[in-house]
């Protein structure tokens, strides 16, 4: 590396000294933010083979080496080797890792949810439930595993997560009798009662008696926005039809009464 030494010595007779020369090329070492690096920087003999090795802090990957100088390296390899044919400088590069927190709602159209996307790793972030008209936030659930029950969620970013906010459907269906109508007078003993169904999710059935003989279920083949009940049979005189209608949710709607003669 250059430069005078010096060293005392007593001979007692005639001697001869040699003074051995080696050349030496001095490596750089710089780890980029995110990591460190080995071995540290140092001299070495010319054409040494040299071993260099990167380490990552959390939440940081190793993306490459960049190197300058005769030897040098460069590439992805880690760990990876140098030769020094002359200085060198190497410089260990680092990223830092995100992560994609998705964020979904059921049933489907029951809410929003907010907050999720593609998070750098190590960040604290908040994602939030917003229940729809007629619907209740329930919890937060991944993999069908309860995680939160309330709808502001914060959690520390360390891997992909998949959450799914739940809410409840908390509104009543709506059911009307279409036929017969209230006071109308009919002159045959059978007949079909029909009627319309909905619900802000999903109606699942429609239950209708007469002359509260018991509750029957009734038939649909448009998901109950239009049902009906054939071969109803009258009783002599005035007849008391009523109905109700059932959503997915267990929520019943309100009773509908028909009174016919």
């Known amino acids: 590396y250059g430069g005078a030494l010096s060293h005392s010595v007593s001979p007692t007779n005639g001697i001869t000294y040699n003074a051995n020369f080696t050349t030496q090329y001095y490596l750089t070492m710089n780890a980029g933010t995110g990591g460190g690096v080995s071995p540290a920087s140092g ?13 990552t802090n959390t939440c940081n990957s190793f993306s490459g080496w960049t190197g300058s100088g005769t030897g040098s390296y460069a590439g992805t390899n880690n760990p990876a080797s140098l030769l020094m044919d002359g200085a060198v400088s190497e410089t260990a590069n680092f990223a830092q890792i995100s ?18 996307g593609t ?18 936030f329930a919890n937060w659930t991944e993999a069908g595993t309860v995680v939160a029950t309330t709808n502001n969620l914060t959690l520390a970013v360390t891997s992909d997560r998949s959450l799914v906010a739940n809410f409840i459907d908390i509104q009543v269906p709506t059911n009307s009798i279409t036929s017969p109508t209230s006071g109308q007078r009919w002159s045959n003993a059978v007949f079909t009662v029909t009627g ?21 279920l009734a038939s649909s083949a448009n998901n109950w926005t239009k ?23 267990g929520n019943l709607s309100v009773t509908n009464s028909v009174r016919i003669d």
Do not use: E, H
């Not at 998070?119 to 209740?136: D, E, L, M, Y």
């Not at 319309?196 to 029957?216: F, H, K, M």
């Open 196 to 216: 319309t169904a909905r619900d802000n999710a999903a109606v699942s059935s429609v239950r209708y008696q007469l002359n509260g003989s018991g509750w029957n």
């Open 227 to 249: 049902w009906g009940a054939s071969s109803v049979m009258l009783l002599p005189g005035t007849n008391l039809v009523q109905a109700y209608a059932v959503d997915t949710s």
């Open 99 to 116: 992560y994609r927190i998705a964020t979904t709602n059921s049933p489907s159209g029951s809410g929003t949810t907010s907050g999720g």
């Open 119 to 136: 998070k750098v790793c190590g960040a604290n972030v908040t994602v939030t439930a917003t229940a729809g008209s007629g619907f209740r």
């Open 43 to 55: 001299w070495y003999g010319s054409g040494a083979s040299v071993p260099i090795a990167a380490t």
